[in-house]
């Protein structure tokens, strides 16, 4: 029996386009670490190993991706990164995880801001707004805001249509 690759080839390229796409390491080992999505919509995930998955995302894509850790002694890591796909010629930012990189539009280290930003996202849900879908400057506005300790902004169907309209003009 041939055993599955550790790790998958090293460049994917999306079927109609010559872009490269990014590839999102995902994990979970039970009690320790649990590195997910929280939204977004990769073209495919790849199983690699009972406990490693990986996902691919198109240029241009928003996702979350929430990272939580423990040890024997309780939790040591709450992060939360709000994440955009980008081109190699882009300037991105290194994420570990996150190959070649993306724009980082929202980090939240720490219990209170990850729960936060959970409730931002489950709100604008409950709109029946795809988070994937929401502004780019919302998701900045918020990590300033969180940075500052500012109350977080909601994000209503007003703010989405017209960021919707904008879009359209470009």
């Not at 994917?12 to 009690?31: C, G, H, K």
């Not at 190993?49 to 991706?65: G, N, T, Y």
């Not at 994440?83 to 570990?96: D, W």
């Not at 219990?111 to 709100?123: G, K, P, S, T, W």
Request: proline share 8%.
């Amino acid at each position: 029996m041939k055993s599955l690759p550790l790790m998958p080839p090293r460049a994917f390229t999306a079927p109609n386009d010559d872009a490269p796409l990014t590839r999102v390491s995902l994990l979970y080992i039970e009690q320790r670490i649990n590195l997910y999505l929280r939204f977004g919509c990769p073209l495919r995930v790849h199983q690699i190993d009972r406990w490693r998955r990986c996902a691919v995302f198109p240029p241009a894509q928003l996702f979350c991706r929430i990272r939580w850790e423990s040890n024997d002694y309780g939790t040591t890591r709450w992060q939360l990164m709000v994440l955009q796909s980008g081109r190699p010629e882009e300037g991105m930012q290194r994420v570990r995880g996150v190959r070649p990189g993306a724009h980082i539009l929202l980090n939240a280290e720490g219990e209170r801001n990850v729960r936060a930003v959970l409730l931002q996202i489950d709100a604008i849900e409950a709109q029946c707004i795809e988070p994937a879908d929401v502004s780019p400057t919302y998701w900045r506005l918020l990590s300033n805001r969180l940075a500052a300790r500012e109350p977080l902004p909601d994000y209503d169907a007003d703010r989405h249509a017209a960021w919707l309209a904008g879009r359209a003009l470009q």
